[in-house]
């Protein structure tokens, strides 16, 4: 098939890249002359596993290529994906500026009929808004389509290649029966392909991740209570886990979500039910929750400091909102950083692959970054764990307790046994933890 997928970022290069994976033939277009320009030569704008060798793959076998001409994608493609930014706005609402506006131009350049695809995360209703400005600029028939992606970072090809369900959002049979011919090689093994009314599949996005805010935020809340009661969260997390309707996924107690989907879509799914006249209370405690979680550990250090750091060094380990990539839109990392700066401490910090995001967002100004997370730690006053990167999970703790001024360990994930922590010598802080 022929493919184009206009917005080259995180959504839009996967789905570009495994789609040409499979044999189709794809353009990737991106009004950013300097992003196309880097992709050209091969370099990727983002950090995310197998995606480089993906991409490289696919260029050199002539199914993937890059432009940042809108009228030549839109005229050599058949089926046309949006996956461009819908960033929020001052109210918390998506800002759909940039998706409404690529469907204006697809109008104006269609030479024939076209199944159009939203694949960007965007409110109920928007795929009618899609189609009724694309058809006001042409008179060939667009059909437009919800698609919307269920990618983690840091496992977003496998996401992608081996998805637990494709959704598609249409009234059109024939656009169903090519939409379902296209995943078919990303389901042979029987997940499924759902198909549904627009609506709801623009809604199901929303749900799925503000669903998983909630599992995150409840047991936040819940590891806050055992601060106060005496109770262990991992034991607790291990008992109700157990439980085949609950499961052990996303009840990790830690120092909150971040990055680009789930802060973002409670926002926006709280922000459509107003416009509706509707309150989502639920989702609102959710992002209360998550927000102040973020700064959780400060009244722990500055206990354990006698409210006095100033002048004091801390080590970070992990920059990024999580694991495997280098993501640090609202990472609980920045609110740590910016109130540790306010009491005056000093800062260093390590992550695998985050530093250069890290500077690009100016922190270098407060922050002292190392390569090596072990000299990152020489002399400095205590080390806070934001990111449970693998590399953290077994360190050298001997080596750590030699280098640390004072072996004091505040960790903001919970990924070290307080026992074992305690009888090297360490003083221990967890989330939730006795």
Not at 185 to 197: A, C, E, L, Q, S
Request: glycine share 8%; with cysteine; aromatic share 8%.
């Amino acid at each position: 098939m022929k493919i184009a997928v206009i917005g080259s970022g995180y959504v839009g290069l996967v789905a570009g890249a495994c789609f040409a994976e499979t044999g189709n033939q794809v353009i990737c277009m991106d009004k950013d002359q300097k992003k196309i320009e880097n992709l050209e030569k091969g370099i990727i704008p983002i950090f995310e596993p197998r995606l480089d060798q993906l991409v490289l793959h696919n260029v050199e076998q002539g199914r993937l290529r890059f432009t940042t001409n809108m009228k030549e994608t839109v005229e050599n493609s058949d089926i046309i994906f949006i996956a461009v930014g819908t960033p929020p706005d001052e109210d918390g609402s998506a800002d759909l500026s940039h998706v409404l506006a690529v469907a204006k131009s697809i109008g104006m350049y269609m030479n024939g009929d076209k199944i159009i695809v939203n694949k960007s995360t965007v409110p109920v209703g928007t795929t009618q808004k899609v189609k009724n400005i694309i058809q006001q600029h042409t008179t060939h028939e667009a059909e437009v389509i919800s698609n919307p992606e269920f990618l983690k970072e840091g496992a977003a090809i496998e996401d992608f290649m081996y998805p637990d369900r494709v959704v598609i959002g249409t009234s059109s049979g024939k656009a169903s029966e090519i939409m379902q011919e296209l995943y078919s090689p990303f389901v042979r093994t029987g997940n499924p392909v759902m198909i549904m009314d627009e609506l709801s599949a623009e809604v199901t996005k929303y749900a799925a991740n503000a669903m998983l805010a909630t599992k995150i935020s409840f047991m936040n809340d819940l590891a806050n209570f055992c601060d106060i009661v005496g109770a262990d969260i991992e034991k607790i997390r291990k008992g109700i886990g157990a439980d085949k309707r609950i499961g052990h996924s996303f009840i990790f107690a830690g120092v909150g979500y971040g990055g680009s989907c789930f802060p973002k879509d409670v926002k926006a799914l709280i922000s459509t039910a107003k416009a509706h006249d509707y309150e989502l209370k639920i989702l609102k405690a959710v992002e209360a929750v998550n927000e102040a979680q973020k700064g959780y550990l400060i009244p722990k250090i500055l206990k354990h400091f006698r409210n006095n750091i100033r002048n004091k060094t801390f080590t970070l380990w992990g920059l990024s909102f999580k694991p495997k990539t280098d993501d640090m839109r609202e990472a609980p990392s920045r609110v740590i950083i910016q109130e540790l700066i306010e009491h005056g401490a000093k800062l260093r910090a390590h992550d695998p692959v985050a530093i250069e995001e890290a500077q690009r967002l100016g922190l270098d100004k407060h922050v002292k970054f190392f390569e090596d997370n072990y000299k990152a730690l020489d002399k400095a006053d205590g080390l806070i764990l934001i990111t449970e990167w693998l590399e953290y999970r077994e360190p050298d703790f001997q080596k750590m307790k030699s280098l640390l001024k004072e072996p004091v360990i505040f960790d903001g994930r919970n990924i070290y046994k307080p026992e074992k922590i305690r009888s090297m010598g360490f003083t221990y802080y967890g989330i939730g933890r006795p």
